[in-house]
């Protein structure tokens, strides 16, 4: 959790590690390619049998650990896995905790592993769904150089997830872009891994007509969402934000704001400019910078090599307080 020192002497108020949502959309609200919606069905099915299996049947008194149901949310950005979270939590009629890591993670050593472990415990006693958004952050892989007190804390926070997702009799989401960063000790106590497709034509149509109001948006007669959706192949996330930049494009233009309608072409011009935005996102705003030749220091002279050791010794205690005011500012 931030600490109160470091509002103190930042002077930022110090944000919710876990930030409690009552969950308002539904699965009604989300549109999914079909084999994304059967697994995500199937997932469900699990949680609603989890008294029956682990209860009735027995299978709870001969697996004492692992009983809780953790689910992999996995795939590109803007393909519906936050909604989903809160769905599920809606349809079960529990709250959604959405962990931040970036204030999950404390600048105190050993912090962060607690705060980890506070989180599955407020989770259970609150009876609300852990959903962790971003989670290759939490549960990368673990590292061997044991010799940097980050790494070791990195280590460390993942053991105690790992153990806490033993003992948790919870649901837990994870959402990740990055699947492949996991540490593949997450791979056995993830019951199921849903894998979140960029959607088709259809879904992409549904998508577009789901952004607007069916009653209030004026929509011009020329709109024709299918023709957008199969021109344009974009995640919801990217048709939610390019239904936005069509209506201000139209409601910026001259006159009366009752004659005022959205047009085909605002919607093509505002799905340009998030493609183009995604365009520029994927550049770098640096030129690729060539490897340094590293000089062999054993061919100077030791005056020479001592005083090589005191520059990369500078240079590197330099970079040292660099990154310690950065994270004291963040």
């Known amino acids: 959790m931030p600490s109160p020192l470091f509002s103190l002497f930042t002077g930022r108020p110090a944000r919710r590690a876990v930030e409690t949502v009552v969950p308002a959309r539904t699965l009604a609200d989300v549109i999914l390619p079909p084999k994304t919606r059967q697994t995500l069905d199937y997932a469900l099915a699990q949680v609603r049998n989890h008294a029956l299996i682990f209860g009735r ?39 959604l905790f959405v962990v931040d890591y970036a204030e999950l993670e404390s600048m105190w050593v050993g912090e962060t592993p607690k705060n980890v472990a506070g989180a599955f415990r407020n989770a259970i006693e609150q009876n609300a769904v852990l959903f962790f ?45 990055l699947a492949a960063n996991f540490d593949p000790a997450f791979e056995r106590r993830i019951r199921t891994h849903v894998l979140f497709e960029m959607p088709g034509v259809e ?8 952004q607007v109001h069916p009653k209030k948006t004026p929509l011009a007669r020329d709109v024709d969402f299918h023709a957008l959706a199969e021109r ?25 704001d009752v004659g005022k309608q959205i047009h085909q072409r605002h919607f093509e011009q505002a799905t340009e400019e998030v493609l183009a935005s995604k365009a520029v996102m994927q550049q770098s705003l640096f ?5 340094v030749a590293v000089p062999d220091v ?10 090589i050791a005191l520059l990369l010794g500078g240079a590197a205690l330099v970079t ?11």
């Open 57 to 95: 049947w027995g299978l709870g008194e001969r697996h004492a650990s692992g009983l809780g149901l953790a689910f992999n949310f996995a795939g590109p950005p803007g393909t519906g896995k936050t909604i989903c979270a809160e769905a599920i939590a809606h349809d079960l009629g529990m709250k």
């Open 133 to 177: 958004d971003e989670a290759d952050s939490i549960a990368a892989r673990r590292t061997l150089g044991m010799g940097m007190a980050h790494d070791r804390e990195a280590n460390l926070t993942v053991n105690v997830l790992l153990r806490e997702l033993d003992s948790f009799n919870g649901i837990v989401i994870f959402a990740t872009n």
């Open 320 to 330: 040292a307080l660099a990154a310690l005011i950065a994270v004291l500012l963040r």
């Open 203 to 210: 879904e992409r149509q549904q998508i577009w007509r789901v």
């Open 232 to 256: 344009y192949a974009l995640s919801g996330g990217d048709i939610k934000n390019a239904v936005i930049k069509a209506a201000a494009a139209a409601a910026s233009e001259s006159g009366q």
């Open 287 to 291: 030129p690729a910078v060539p490897p």
């Open 298 to 307: 054993r061919r100077f002279p030791w005056r020479a090599q001592l005083t």
